[in-house]
């Protein structure tokens, strides 16, 4: 079993920054890919960014490429995301996942409860 908790969400104005955490516990987390999905009221829960087990790859959905940056520190079991110039659009709930294959999309076996994001206009 691997155990995520989110933290860092919170209200920002539009073109404000964010760091998101994921703090794991449990099994050796470096064997883990993660991603990060948000889900917005009336919306499905849509990918957002994926990091190798390793850190060596990471993917970005189109949506926040160039604006959002993952990254991980395996030593502190800790996954970050770095939402610069954000926009209303970004408002949600945002989830890390862990799984021990890399997935575009859906499929992730651990999740954590989530992390609020609200940016206002």
């Known amino acids: 079993q691997v155990q995520l908790v989110e933290s860092g969400g919170g209200l920002v104005q539009a073109g404000g920054s964010l760091t998101l955490s994921c703090a794991a516990s449990?099994?050796?987390?470096?064997?883990?890919?993660v991603g990060w999905f948000r889900q917005a009221p009336g919306k499905e829960r849509e990918f957002v960014a994926a990091i190798k087990w390793s850190g060596s790859r990471a993917y970005y959905a189109d949506s926040v490429n160039s604006r959002f940056t993952i990254s991980r520190d395996n030593a502190k079991n800790t996954v970050y995301l770095q939402l610069n110039s954000l926009k209303p659009e970004d408002t949600a709930v945002y989830y890390c996942?862990?799984?021990?294959?890399?997935?575009?999309?859906?499929?992730?076996?651990?999740w954590g409860q989530g992390t609020q994001v609200t940016v206002s206009s």
């Open positions: 449990g099994r050796t987390f470096s064997n883990y890919a």
């Open positions: 996942a862990a799984d021990q294959l890399l997935r575009i999309g859906d499929g992730y076996s651990y």
